[in-house]
């Protein structure tokens, strides 16, 4: 069974920053393409990071490139999101994501939440 837990999230002042994990089970973690994406109400679940087993290589949104840092520790199954000088249209849910596009394999956690006040 698969299992994405995420963790980290919490309340931080504008300007802040806030370190994200997802701890990855029950699956080849090495071969996964693992990312964040967030939520808010009423919008479109976004894309916020990307990164590939190969290389790494990473992919970031345009509005979170250069504050936000994905990393991955497949020794630990783990995926990282350090987010670097918070706003407030940072605030959402953060959802871990792991997808095996090869053999059509998509796992999602159930989020964290991120709340940054102005």
């Known amino acids: 069974q698969v299992q994405l837990v995420e963790s980290g999230g919490g309340t931080v002042q504008s300007g802040g920053s806030l370190r994200l994990s997802c701890l990855a089970s029950?699956?080849?973690?090495?071969?996964?393409?693992m990312a964040w994406y967030r939520q808010t109400p009423g919008k479109e679940r976004e894309l916020v990071a990307n990164i590939l087993p190969i290389g790494p290589m990473t992919n970031y949104a345009d509005s979170v490139e250069g504050r936000f840092t994905i990393s991955r520790d497949n020794s630990k199954n783990t995926v990282y999101l350090q987010m670097n000088s918070l706003k407030p249209d940072d605030t959402a849910v953060y959802i871990c994501?792991?997808?095996?596009?090869?053999?059509?394999?998509?796992?999602w956690g159930k989020g964290t939440l991120v709340t940054v006040s102005s």
């Open positions: 029950g699956l080849q973690f090495g071969s996964y393409t």
């Open positions: 994501n792991a997808q095996w596009a090869r053999y059509g394999l998509d796992h």
